[in-house]
């Protein structure tokens, strides 16, 4: 009866062990699926926003192209801001070295610096 006992008790913590090790593994998903939402839910409202301020400037310069004369086209213009249109960042994500090298690479019209002769291998 005791091995019978302790084989039942081993059972048990293996699959007490299993049932934790899963219970982990879905806490896990269900953060990187919570994550993965907000993610989602940010750029959609990035988006929402961009488009909006979008179609708010072509609003804004069909008024003013509207308008019956100029001096109304500038005073509509002055008293209704527009907002700048998103563009992507243009900062170089790249160090003056890697920048040279690339030059290098791209004004290379014989392919002095890129080509290789491998005949002799």
């Keep these: 009866k005791t091995s019978i006992f302790r084989s039942k008790q081993w059972y048990q913590r293996r699959v007490r062990g299993r049932r934790q090790v899963e219970r982990q593994q879905l806490e896990k998903h269900n953060e990187l699926i919570g994550q993965l939402k907000a993610a ?3 750029n959609r409202i990035r988006l929402l926003r961009i488009r909006y301020n979008n179609i708010r400037n072509s609003e804004v310069e069909q008024m003013v192209a509207y308008q019956p004369t100029s001096i109304r086209a500038v005073r509509l213009q002055a008293l ?6 998103y563009t992507l960042p243009t900062h170089d994500s790249m160090l003056k070295n890697d920048r040279q090298r690339v030059e290098e690479l791209i004004d ?8 290789r002769d491998l005949t002799c291998i």
């Design 40 to 42: 989602e839910a940010r």
């Design 108 to 115: 290379d019209d014989e392919m002095c610096t890129t080509k």
């Design 80 to 85: 209704v801001p527009q907002h700048e249109p």
